[in-house]
C-alpha cells in the first residue's frame, strides 16, 4: 500500500505566498515523476506543475514565475512553493506519483487526497 499526504493548503490573501507539501510512504522502490494538479470547482483537473526523479520540472503557463516545484528524494516528498497568489488560484490541490513498489515489478499513478487554497482578501 502507498500513501500521499498533502498539507500546507488554507487561506491567504492576494499576493500572498503558501507552500504545499505531500509525503509518499509505503511499500515503495522508487518514485518517478510526482506532480501537483488542481481543480477548482465547475472545473476540470489541471496540471500545475510536474518534476522527474532527476529533477527536470515542467510548469503550466499560468503558474510560471509564481510557482516552484521540488523534491526531497529521501524523503520521498514533493513541494510547491506558490508565490504572488491570485484568487483565480483558488482550488483544491493534488499531488500525484508514479511509483514502482517494493518486490514487484508493479508501478502505477498514485494520488493524495487534495488540499484546499483558498486565496482571497
Known amino acids: 500500500q502507498v500513501q500521499l499526504v498533502e498539507s500546507g493548503g488554507g487561506l491567504v490573501q492576494p499576493g500572498g505566498s503558501l507552500r504545499l507539501s505531500c509525503a509518499a510512504s509505503?511499500?515503495?522502490?522508487?518514485?518517478?515523476?510526482m506532480g501537483w494538479y488542481r481543480q477548482a470547482p465547475g472545473k476540470q483537473r489541471e496540471l500545475v506543475a510536474a518534476?522527474?526523479?532527476?529533477?527536470?520540472?515542467n510548469y503550466a503557463d499560468f503558474v510560471k514565475g509564481r510557482f516552484t516545484i521540488s523534491r526531497d528524494n529521501a524523503k520521498n516528498t514533493v513541494y510547491l512553493q506558490m508565490n504572488s497568489l491570485k484568487p483565480e488560484d483558488t482550488a483544491v490541490y493534488y499531488c500525484?506519483?508514479?511509483?514502482?513498489?517494493?518486490?514487484?515489478?508493479?508501478?502505477?499513478?498514485?494520488w493524495g487526497q487534495g488540499t484546499q487554497v483558498t486565496v482571497s482578501s
Open positions: 518534476i522527474t526523479s532527476g529533477g527536470s520540472t
Open positions: 509505503g511499500s515503495i522502490f522508487s518514485i518517478n515523476a
Open positions: 500525484n506519483a508514479h511509483i514502482s513498489l517494493s518486490g514487484s515489478y508493479y508501478s502505477t499513478w498514485y
